[in-house]
């Protein structure tokens, strides 16, 4: 036990020691936190649907119908019916031929990549993808190529450079929407060398489901070449409102990852309170109400993010909803955090590793149903604290 004291003392005196809070309540705009009303900005439910009465209600009726566990994994003991609902729901949506779902989106990248790559085959990976990428390619044990954060010019380069060698498959990952930045992946561009250098393109769309693109379809859809991506990941857990991801794509693919990837194989699968309410938000995401949803979502990030690029912060290149304030190291990150908590505002501090070393920040996140008043108080509030500190 010394060794791990040691550890959290250590962790501590970087500024760096985690912890959990508690939150009571479905997550909207305002939440109780350790028992004190705040104003929730740093959660992923974007469109406010974690606690629509439709979802909340088919998450009851689906347990009701079906029971409260799936049994055991989907080749053990079947897929039951909402499985497969789902997945056909999920692959109109998106365009494909089929579609498989995952327990999280955290099993989703490592299951795709680790069951349709191995050592012979090649990744080539955007600096800045989500950790669940990291790892699901160091699972695959495929050589694994990093280039710059979206330089498309790096990564062909790096392509032609391993052309004439080539052995395996080559795949292009990338985020669509990435998660600490807020920024977009060129698209279109990685569209244009995967088919020139014969790559599979996957793209993990676990911020821009259900909110980007007049449909929601993601930022395939927003930069107009959704159906040249040949990988649609995305996640249930964040515009959806539930918990699950999935991932889009032909036939034969599906078909290798049910027979390989493992945290598909060897986990129990999603249970109906899950499925059922995945299943109405795919309903409610492709309504009027969830197109109102998503202009709401995109009126909200301009009334918070106008201020804040006016007083000259460093955004870090966002242009949605996830809008993250470059702050540099973690105390001041911190400090800056728990200040705009005592003013009520609920504001996540990042640090590495889950952002690189120098490159702290506050990370907000902006949810269609945020009152507008409310987004420019905090903003001005923000503007304050972060002027105050610079002083200092
Ligand atoms: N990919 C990205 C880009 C993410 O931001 C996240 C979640 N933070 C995941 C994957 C993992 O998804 P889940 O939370 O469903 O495991």
Same mark, same amino acid.
């Given at each position: 036990?010394?060794?791990?004291?040691?550890?959290?003392?250590?962790?501590?005196?970087?500024?760096?020691?985690?912890?959990?809070?508690?939150?009571?309540?479905?997550?909207?705009?305002?939440?109780?936190?350790?028992?004190?009303?705040?104003?929730?900005?740093?959660?992923?439910?974007?469109?406010?649907?974690?606690?629509?009465?439709?979802?909340?209600?088919?998450?009851?009726? *689906? %347990? !009701?119908?079906?029971? /409260? #566990?799936?049994? +055991?994994?989907?080749?053990?003991?079947?897929? =039951?019916?909402?499985? &497969?609902?789902?997945?056909?729901?999920?692959?109109?949506?998106?365009?494909?031929? *089929? %579609? !498989?779902?995952?327990? /999280? #989106?955290?099993? +989703?990248?490592?299951?795709?990549?680790?069951? =349709?790559?191995?050592? &012979?085959?090649?990744?080539?990976?955007?600096?800045?993808?989500?950790?669940?990428?990291?790892?699901?390619?160091?699972? /695959?044990?495929?050589?694994?190529?990093?280039?710059?954060?979206?330089?498309?010019?790096?990564? &062909?380069?790096?392509?032609?450079?391993?052309?004439?060698?080539?052995?395996?498959?080559?795949?292009?990952?990338?985020?669509?929407?990435?998660?600490?930045?807020?920024?977009?992946?060129?698209?279109?561009?990685?569209?244009?060398?995967?088919?020139?250098?014969?790559?599979?393109?996957?793209?993990?769309?676990?911020?821009?489901?259900?909110?980007?693109?007049?449909?929601?379809?993601?930022?395939?859809?927003?930069?107009?070449?959704?159906?040249?991506?040949?990988?649609?990941?995305?996640?249930?857990?964040?515009?959806?409102?539930?918990?699950?991801?999935?991932?889009?794509?032909?036939?034969?693919?599906?078909?290798?990852?049910?027979?390989?990837?493992?945290?598909?194989?060897?986990?129990?699968?999603?249970?109906?309170?899950?499925?059922?309410?995945?299943?109405?938000?795919?309903?409610?995401?492709?309504?009027?109400?969830?197109?109102?949803?998503?202009?709401?979502?995109?009126?909200?990030?301009?009334?918070?993010?106008?201020?804040?690029?006016?007083?000259?912060?460093?955004?870090?290149?966002?242009?949605?909803?996830?809008?993250?304030?470059?702050?540099?190291?973690?105390?001041?990150?911190?400090?800056?955090?728990?200040?705009?908590?005592?003013?009520?505002?609920?504001?996540?501090?990042?640090?590495?590793?889950?952002?690189?070393?120098?490159?702290?920040?506050?990370?907000?996140?902006?949810?269609?149903?945020?009152?507008?008043?409310?987004?420019?108080?905090?903003?001005?509030?923000?503007?304050?604290?972060?002027?105050?500190?610079?002083?200092?």
């Amino acid at each position: 036990m010394e060794d791990y004291r040691r550890d959290l003392d250590a962790l501590a005196q970087r500024g760096m020691l985690r912890f959990l809070r508690t939150v009571d309540g479905a997550q909207g705009p305002r939440v109780l936190l350790d028992g004190r009303e705040v104003l929730l900005l740093c959660s992923n439910n974007y469109l406010g649907l974690a606690g629509h009465p439709r979802l909340c209600r088919a998450a009851a009726d *689906a %347990a !009701l119908k079906y029971g /409260s #566990g799936s049994g +055991a994994s989907r080749l053990v003991s079947g897929s =039951l019916a909402l499985h &497969e609902q789902l997945e056909q729901r999920i692959a109109a949506f998106k365009g494909t031929a *089929a %579609a !498989l779902v995952f327990n /999280s #989106g955290y099993a +989703a990248n490592t299951g795709i990549l680790q069951g =349709l790559s191995g050592p &012979e085959d090649l990744i080539f990976s955007d600096a800045l993808n989500h950790a669940s990428i990291i790892d699901g390619c160091r699972l /695959s044990r495929a050589r694994t190529l990093v280039y710059p954060h979206g330089d498309v010019a790096a990564l &062909e380069d790096l392509m032609k450079k391993e052309q004439p060698r080539r052995r395996g498959r080559w795949f292009i990952v990338t985020d669509g929407v990435f998660s600490m930045d807020g920024d977009l992946a060129p698209l279109n561009e990685l569209v244009t060398l995967k088919e020139r250098y014969d790559a599979l393109l996957m793209v993990d769309d676990a911020h821009g489901t259900g909110v980007l693109g007049d449909g929601g379809r993601g930022s395939g859809e927003e930069q107009g070449c959704l159906e040249h991506i040949d990988l649609h990941m995305g996640t249930l857990g964040k515009a959806l409102g539930g918990f699950g991801a999935f991932v889009a794509a032909a036939q034969p693919i599906i078909d290798v990852l049910i027979n390989r990837s493992r945290p598909f194989i060897f986990s129990t699968s999603l249970p109906p309170a899950v499925l059922g309410p995945a299943l109405t938000a795919f309903e409610l995401v492709d309504s009027e109400e969830g197109r109102r949803r998503r202009v709401a979502l995109r009126r909200n990030r301009e009334v918070f993010a106008a201020p804040l690029r006016a007083a000259g912060l460093d955004l870090c290149g966002s242009t949605t909803q996830i809008v993250p304030i470059l702050t540099g190291a973690p105390q001041p990150t911190m400090d800056a955090a728990a200040a705009l908590l005592e003013r009520g505002i609920f504001v996540q501090g990042i640090r590495p590793p889950t952002v690189p070393e120098g490159r702290c920040r506050l990370r907000a996140t902006v949810m269609a149903d945020h009152d507008p008043q409310d987004l420019e108080t905090a903003a001005a509030t923000l503007v304050e604290i972060l002027a105050r500190r610079a002083q200092v």
